[in-house]
């Protein structure tokens, strides 16, 4: 596609579901981030992706977090067992290189109740 | 760590006044200084960057930025706005090479 993709755009989860968020990034683009956005905040980081390969995951809030990216292109984002604080705008990210050309996606706002 | 600070939380505007939403930055090293633009319940635009070489970056929309190593700055000015120009704005920084660090954003309102 022409840009990076991210479904579903919303999500409302009970609280205690688990919830995969979904991110297709442009094509060709190596590196791929997610990122958390609470409300009234600014997006922090979660992880990162170099191909298939997950090389930073410190962001990530909790074991409750996983995100996986088998194939290095499409990446999903999973939250186990969500709790109200997890409600955010959860952002994605891709690039050919480095972030410093970084394409973002709409992001998936999930609220949590 | 690299880190990032917007001094205004809040920024309301007239149409066509000028507009500039202050960036301050902590950090020890090379920095490479980004401003994104967020409309209502979209993604992040880049505006502009600065990665090296002068320290006047033009970008986007008519947004400019200056980097000023000496105050660690990197402040976003647009001469005239319009209406459109309502958004939210998120000065970042990278670290450890990859990480963009966002500051916690300025939401510039503009009023006819």
């Known amino acids: 596609g022409a840009g990076v993709s991210q479904s579903p755009r919303y999500k409302v989860a009970k609280r205690g579901q688990d919830v995969a968020l979904r991110c297709d990034p442009i094509s060709g683009h190596v590196s791929l981030f997610w990122y958390q956005q609470a409300l009234g905040q600014g997006p922090e980081f979660l992880t990162y992706?170099?191909?298939?390969?997950?090389?930073?995951k410190s962001g990530l809030p909790s074991d409750r977090f996983f995100a996986e990216r088998p194939e290095g292109s499409v990446s999903t984002l999973k939250i186990q067992r969500t709790q109200q604080e997890d409600s955010a705008v959860y952002l994605c990210?891709?690039?050919?290189?480095?972030?410093?050309?970084?394409?973002f996606g709409q992001g998936t706002r999930l609220t949590v109740v | 760590a690299q880190s990032v600070t917007q001094l205004d939380s809040q920024v309301p505007v007239f149409e066509e006044a000028p507009v500039e939403l202050r960036c301050n930055y902590s950090?020890?090293?090379?920095?490479?200084l980004f401003w994104y633009v967020q409309y209502p319940n979209q993604g992040l635009q880049l505006l502009l960057k600065?990665?090296?070489?002068?320290?006047l970056v033009k970008g986007i929309n008519g947004f400019e930025a200056e980097f000023n190593k000496s105050q660690t700055s990197f402040h976003l000015r647009k001469p005239s706005v319009h209406i459109s120009d309502t958004a939210e704005y998120f000065c970042?920084?990278?670290?450890?090479?990859?990480?963009?660090?966002f500051g916690a954003g300025t939401t510039v309102t503009v009023r006819a």
């Open positions: 992706f170099q191909n298939e390969a997950q090389l930073d």
């Open positions: 990210a891709s690039s050919s290189g480095k972030p410093t050309e970084a394409f």
């Open positions: 950090s020890s090293v090379s920095v490479y």
């Open positions: 970042a920084v990278v670290s450890n090479d990859y990480k963009l660090s």
């Open positions: 600065y990665l090296s070489g002068s320290t």
